[in-house]
Nanobody, 125 residues
Framework: QVQLVESGGGLVQAGGSLRLSCAAS????????MGWFRQAPGKEREFVGV????????DYADSVKGRFTISRDNAKNTVYLQMNSLKPEDTAVYYC??????????????????WGQGTQVTVAS
């Protein structure tokens, strides 16, 4: 059983920064890509970005490209989401997730089978 625990959310002013962390249990962390998603009130959960299993490749939604950066430390079983130049429309619950197969870089919600509990990010205007 894999457990994912996010932390680092909070309230920030527009233009500010936050760094989210996602700590994973288990011995297979380094074999899997990791994704970040978010869900705003009244909206569907959406893809934010993904990092491949080695950390050498990342991809992002257009809405966050150039502002958000995903990194990982496989020695610590942790993936990070650095969020800069935050906007009010970034307000959401942010989730990290693990795909359903090793080495798979996934973009769709259905391709992920383990999810964290989420952490709230609120950006004030």
């Amino acid at each position: 059983q894999v457990q994912l625990v996010e932390s680092g959310g909070g309230l920030v002013q527009a233009g500010g920064s936050l760094r989210l962390s996602c700590a994973a249990s288990g011995r297979t962390f380094s074999s899997y890509a990791m994704g970040w998603f978010r869900q705003a009130p009244g909206k569907e959960r959406e893809f934010v970005g993904v990092i491949n299993w080695s950390g050498r490749s990342t991809d992002y939604a257009d809405s966050v490209k150039g502002r958000f950066t995903i990194s990982r430390d496989n020695a610590k079983n942790t993936v990070y989401l650095q969020m800069n130049s935050l906007k009010p429309e970034d307000t959401a619950v942010y989730y990290c997730a693990r795909p359903n197969r090793p080495r798979k870089t996934a973009y769709r919600i259905d391709d992920y089978d383990y999810w964290g509990q989420g952490t709230q990010v609120t950006v004030a205007s």
